[in-house]
């Protein structure tokens, strides 16, 4: 039974469960949207949840986001037009991040731009821990009401539950430092950073650690990323070649591209665990308990004037 005030969630296409859990966590209405793809491949978004007047919550990870992006905008403008009070968006994966910088002549800022975009046709956002490295504050990007739910307690709940022996966490670069030292600090236990050079989009070098290593522990790699598996991979590698037992790897995004995850299973791994910010099988870790507040917190934030 609904009265009318509480939030509608909309899930796009694939974020149905996620969507689902934060229905039940915000007692929100549940909505529907369909998608029609026409032959030539442009999409229609039909809205069928009455929304005027309402606060809309729409559910999508934008991993592979291209095609995402031109459905969520699609999507925020048709409901714009139908006259939802606000549109906001959680996106437990928030893409484009990692191009923060011009690193090459005549290359832009993607992160700048989708970030602006995404301002332009939005109220709020929250994401999960988004690669923040040379941009320090998504406010820096994101022109919108923004809220980051940080997945480090969520990771060493699990590391606490299935993990007995005394352990090591290892980063595997230097950005990962900010996600290693949260989630050491939960467990607690700890920790070692190591230090990436990235040769090419698949090819990355870790160095040798220059700290003293406790072989005798348990390592386990976290990550915020897991993309081609490359860095992964590397850090397999570095550890065995340094005496260590098979790792557990942890990461908080499982984009694996192409048959990263099938190389990462075949690597010697032990186990290969995820956040469920995007749909995969490795999501061990559900975060929907710790988006929930955020969504909440979002919602109770009075509309910014001239949106
Ligand atoms: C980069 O700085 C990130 O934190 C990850 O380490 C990176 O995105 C992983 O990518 P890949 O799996 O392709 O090595």
């Known amino acids: 039974m609904t009265c009318g005030n509480e939030p509608i969630v909309l899930a796009l296409p694939g ?3 996620l969507a ?11 909505g529907r949207l369909t998608l029609h793809r026409f032959p030539d491949q442009e999409i229609c978004v039909r809205v069928v949840t009455p929304v005027a007047g309402r606060d809309v919550v729409l559910v999508c990870a934008l991993d592979r986001p291209n095609d995402k992006l031109v459905k969520l905008y699609l999507a925020a403008s048709t409901l714009r037009s139908l006259g939802a009070r606000r549109v906001l968006l959680v996106a437990p994966y928030l893409p484009y991040m990692r191009q923060d910088s011009s690193f090459h002549a005549g290359e832009g800022v993607s992160a700048l731009y989708i970030g602006r975009w995404l301002s332009d046709f939005l109220d709020g956002l929250v994401t999960v821990d988004p690669h923040l490295h040379r941009t320090r504050n998504l406010h820096e990007i994101y022109r919108m009401p923004a809220i980051i739910v940080h997945s480090a307690a969520a990771i060493a709940r699990w590391i606490r539950d299935n993990v007995s022996r005394p352990m090591m966490l290892v980063g595997p670069d230097a950005e990962s430092r900010q996600w290693i030292e949260r989630v050491a600090r939960e467990v607690p236990c700890d920790y070692l950073v190591l230090d990436k050079v990235r040769l090419g989009d698949h090819d990355v070098e870790l160095r040798p650690p220059t700290s003293p290593l406790k072989q005798d522990r348990a390592a386990v790699l976290v990550d915020d990323i897991i993309s081609t598996g490359g860095t992964m991979l590397a850090a397999i590698r570095r550890l065995r070649a340094d005496g260590f037992d098979a790792p557990i790897c942890i990461g908080v995004h499982a984009l694996f591209i192409d048959d990263a995850y099938r190389c990462l299973r075949r690597s010697g791994a032990q186990n290969i665990v995820t956040c469920n910010t995007i749909p995969h099988a490795s999501n061990a870790i559900d975060l929907h308990r710790w988006l929930a507040p955020a969504v909440r917190e979002l919602l109770a934030q009075p509309p910014q004037p001239g949106r």
């Open 20 to 30: 689902a859990d934060l229905v039940s966590a915000l007692g929100a209405e549940p």
């Open 15 to 17: 974020n149905e469960v």
